[in-house]
């Protein structure tokens, strides 16, 4: 099945500073999706992206889904401490009979410092 | 509105046991699914189920059995709990949408360690 390699694994930021995450892969996708997991809690999604090249933003989250369709990367600006999470980024493909496979990265764990 | 409601959040299980993971979601949507998350590992999918009725087993099925007798419930049993299957498990449920123009929603997990 398709693989979605995320990187960094963890990183650790002063309050303040900007956060860059990305995911790519070997296989195309037809949608990114970027999630956050609080401790304790499950995964809630943070942007969707549908389109090669859209750029999407919420708030101080920006991502981007590549051109290629095979990538996409999260920024988080003026990191705050609430910040500190999970982050997971999905790709969908198409798999036939108009179901879809949802892969996950295996996450960037965020922790902040005051 | 309560979303994706799973029990128990905490379970710990003899080699052997049996149990059920319960999953209820109040928002009439037709798909839901199955995760379980180990370490370091994202996501996998176990089953899901896109309607009432009807099942389908995901990446890592094994060891796992579901049923959807309704639109809100889908509960996951374990048979012959293994070590192999302490890990965190996560319900999730989405509208019928364009692929996964719907998002997931997720319950808060259901921690399970079998020893």
């Known amino acids: 099945g398709q693989q979605l390699n995320q990187s960094p694994q963890s990183m650790f930021i002063q309050e303040g500073e900007d956060v860059s995450m990305n995911c790519t892969s070997s296989s195309i996708f037809n949608t990114w999706l970027w999630y956050k997991q609080d401790p304790g809690e499950g995964p809630v999604l943070l942007i969707a992206?549908?389109?090669?090249?859209e750029l999407t933003s919420n708030g101080r989250l920006t991502a981007q889904f590549g051109i290629t369709r095979k990538d996409s990367f999260l920024n988080i600006s003026a990191s705050i401490p609430s910040d500190v999470g999970i982050y997971f980024c999905?790709?969908?493909?198409?798999?036939?009979?108009?179901?879809?496979?949802?892969?996950f990265g295996k996450g960037t764990k965020l922790s902040v410092i005051p | 509105n309560a979303g994706v409601t799973q029990t128990p959040k905490f379970r710990i299980l003899k080699i052997g046991q049996s149990m059920t993971l319960q999953c209820t979601q109040d928002m009439n949507h037709n798909y839901m699914y199955w995760y379980r998350q180990d370490p370091g590992m994202g996501l996998k999918l176990i089953y899901y189920?896109?309607?009432?009725?009807?099942?389908d087993k995901g990446e890592v099925p094994n060891g796992y059995n579901v049923s959807r007798s309704t639109t809100e419930d889908f509960p996951l049993r374990l048979e012959l709990a293994a070590p192999s299957q302490t890990s965190v498990y996560f319900c999730a449920s989405r509208p019928q949408g364009e692929g996964f123009n719907s998002p997931l929603h997720f319950g808060n997990g259901t921690r399970l360690t079998v020893t």
């Open positions: 999905a790709g969908t493909t198409y798999s036939g009979a108009g179901s879809y496979q949802l892969t």
């Open positions: 992206l549908y389109k090669a090249g």
């Open positions: 189920s896109v309607g009432a009725g009807i099942t």
